[in-house]
C-alpha cells in the first residue's frame, strides 16, 4: 500500500517518519517544490526502515504519487508566532491552486488528507479542486487528542480510556463537547467523583485552556508542531488503508452548517463513510453554529 505526501517540511516528514515506524503502509513517497529537501528527507527515513518495518521510501515528482492510496496535503506556508490560522488562508490558498490539480492528476482514485492550515477552508477548497476525489482534512483528531490527555491527566488514567471530542473549526473557535466525553465509560464527573478526585469549573477551564492554547504554547517555545499532527496524520491514514470503519474528527463538507468542520466521522477506504452529529446541549450546539459562522466567512473569502 503506497502513500503519498505532497509538502517535506516539519509535518510532512514527520508524518512520514511516523508511518514507517508504525508500520502503516508498505511504500511512502515524499514530494516537494524543494526537491533537494524531499530527497534528504526521504533518506533520512528511509535509514530507519531496516530496524523498523521495512517500508520503501523515496522522494519524487508529482507522477511518482500514481498508485497512492492516500496523498497528504502537507504543503504550504509555515504558521509564525502569534499568527493565526485564518491569517495563513491566502498564501496557503494559492499554493493549493497550484498543488492539487498536479495531486489530482496523477493519483486518480487517491483519498486526499489535508494537513495544512487553516485545514477546514483547505478542505473546502480541495474539494472544489479535486470533485473527483474523496477529500478529508485532519480537522480536530489532534485537539481531540490533546483533550484527552489533559482529562486523562487528572483523571490519572491512561489517555486510551478517555473518550472526548472538539468539534468545528481547528481553531479558536473550536468546541469541547463536554457533554459527550467519558473517562472508562462514565461521564467525567461522575468518573472523578466515583475515584474521588477533583473536579470543578476551575478544572475544566484550565483544561479547556490549555485544549485551545496548546499549539500556540509549542510554537512560542519551538516555532511549530509537528510530532502530535504527524502522528494524527498517519492513525488517519491507517485507518483508510486498513479499512477501519474508525471514528475520527476529521474535517469534510458538512451540509447542515454549509461549510467543512470536525464532527465525528467513520473513516474506511474510500474516505468517509459517514457522519455523526452527536446529541449536544443547547449550549454546545449555539457554540458549533458560531464556529460554523466562523468558517462560513472563511469560505466566502477563499472563493
Same mark, same amino acid.
Given at each position: 500500500?503506497?502513500v503519498?505526501?505532497?509538502?517535506a517540511?516539519?509535518?510532512?516528514?514527520?508524518?512520514?517518519y511516523?508511518?514507517? &515506524?508504525?508500520?502503516?503502509?508498505?511504500?511512502?513517497? &515524499?514530494?516537494?517544490?524543494d526537491?533537494?529537501?524531499a530527497?534528504?528527507e526521504a533518506?533520512?527515513?528511509?535509514? %530507519?526502515?531496516?530496524?523498523?518495518?521495512?517500508?520503501?521510501?523515496?522522494?519524487?515528482?508529482?507522477?511518482?504519487?500514481?498508485?497512492?492510496?492516500?496523498?497528504?496535503?502537507?504543503?504550504g506556508?509555515?504558521?509564525k508566532?502569534?499568527?493565526?490560522?485564518?491569517?495563513? &488562508?491566502?498564501?496557503?490558498?494559492a499554493?493549493?491552486?497550484?498543488?492539487?490539480?498536479?495531486?489530482?492528476?496523477?493519483?486518480?482514485?487517491?483519498?486526499?488528507?489535508?494537513?495544512?492550515?487553516?485545514?477546514d477552508?483547505?478542505?473546502d477548497?480541495?474539494?472544489?479542486?479535486?470533485?473527483?476525489h474523496?477529500?478529508?482534512?485532519?480537522?480536530?483528531?489532534?485537539d481531540?487528542?490533546?483533550?484527552?490527555?489533559?482529562? %486523562?491527566?487528572?483523571?490519572?488514567?491512561?489517555?486510551?480510556?478517555?473518550?472526548a471530542?472538539?468539534?468545528?473549526?481547528?481553531?479558536?473557535?473550536?468546541?469541547?463537547?463536554?457533554?459527550?466525553?467519558?473517562?472508562a465509560?462514565l461521564?467525567?464527573?461522575?468518573?472523578?467523583?466515583?475515584?474521588?478526585l477533583?473536579w470543578?469549573?476551575?478544572?475544566?477551564?484550565?483544561i479547556e485552556?490549555?485544549?485551545?492554547?496548546?499549539a500556540a504554547?509549542?510554537?512560542?517555545?519551538?516555532r511549530?508542531?509537528?510530532?502530535?499532527?504527524?502522528?494524527?496524520?498517519?492513525r488517519?491514514t491507517?485507518?483508510?488503508?486498513?479499512?477501519r470503519?474508525?471514528?475520527?474528527t476529521?474535517?469534510?463538507p458538512?451540509?447542515?452548517?454549509?461549510?467543512? &468542520?470536525?464532527?465525528?466521522?467513520?473513516?474506511?477506504?474510500?474516505?468517509?463513510e459517514?457522519?455523526?452529529?452527536?446529541?449536544?446541549?443547547?449550549?454546545?450546539?449555539?457554540?458549533?453554529?458560531?464556529s460554523?459562522? !466562523?468558517?462560513?466567512?472563511?469560505?466566502?473569502? !477563499?472563493?
Amino acid at each position: 500500500m503506497k502513500v503519498g505526501i505532497v509538502g517535506a517540511g516539519l509535518v510532512g516528514a514527520t508524518a512520514a517518519y511516523a508511518l514507517t &515506524l508504525r508500520d502503516s503502509c508498505s511504500e511512502v513517497v &515524499l514530494v516537494d517544490q524543494d526537491t533537494e529537501r524531499a530527497r534528504a528527507e526521504a533518506l533520512d527515513i528511509a535509514h %530507519a526502515s531496516p530496524i523498523s518495518h521495512g517500508a520503501r521510501v523515496s522522494s519524487g515528482d508529482y507522477p511518482d504519487l500514481s498508485g497512492s492510496r492516500v496523498v497528504m496535503i502537507a504543503a504550504g506556508a509555515n504558521q509564525k508566532p502569534g499568527e493565526g490560522r485564518l491569517e495563513l &488562508l491566502d498564501r496557503n490558498a494559492a499554493i493549493f491552486r497550484m498543488v492539487i490539480p498536479q495531486v489530482a492528476q496523477h493519483a486518480p482514485g487517491a483519498v486526499l488528507l489535508i494537513a495544512t492550515n487553516p485545514v477546514d477552508a483547505l478542505t473546502d477548497l480541495t474539494v472544489r479542486l479535486a470533485p473527483d476525489h474523496a477529500v478529508m482534512g485532519s480537522g480536530t483528531v489532534l485537539d481531540s487528542a490533546r483533550l484527552r490527555y489533559l482529562i %486523562a491527566q487528572r483523571a490519572r488514567v491512561d489517555a486510551t480510556n478517555v473518550h472526548a471530542y472538539v468539534l468545528g473549526e481547528h481553531g479558536d473557535s473550536e468546541v469541547i463537547a463536554w457533554s459527550t466525553a467519558t473517562v472508562a465509560g462514565l461521564p467525567v464527573a461522575e468518573f472523578m467523583r466515583a475515584r474521588g478526585l477533583p473536579w470543578t469549573p476551575e478544572i475544566r477551564a484550565e483544561i479547556e485552556a490549555g485544549t485551545r492554547d496548546a499549539a500556540a504554547s509549542i510554537i512560542g517555545g519551538k516555532r511549530a508542531t509537528y510530532y502530535g499532527i504527524g502522528a494524527a496524520l498517519a492513525r488517519i491514514t491507517e485507518r483508510v488503508l486498513g479499512d477501519r470503519r474508525a471514528v475520527l474528527t476529521v474535517s469534510a463538507p458538512t451540509p447542515e452548517y454549509g461549510v467543512s &468542520l470536525s464532527v465525528p466521522r467513520i473513516v474506511a477506504s474510500g474516505g468517509i463513510e459517514a457522519s455523526i452529529l452527536p446529541q449536544l446541549t443547547d449550549d454546545e450546539k449555539a457554540a458549533l453554529e458560531r464556529s460554523a459562522a !466562523v468558517l462560513r466567512e472563511t469560505l466566502a473569502r !477563499v472563493e
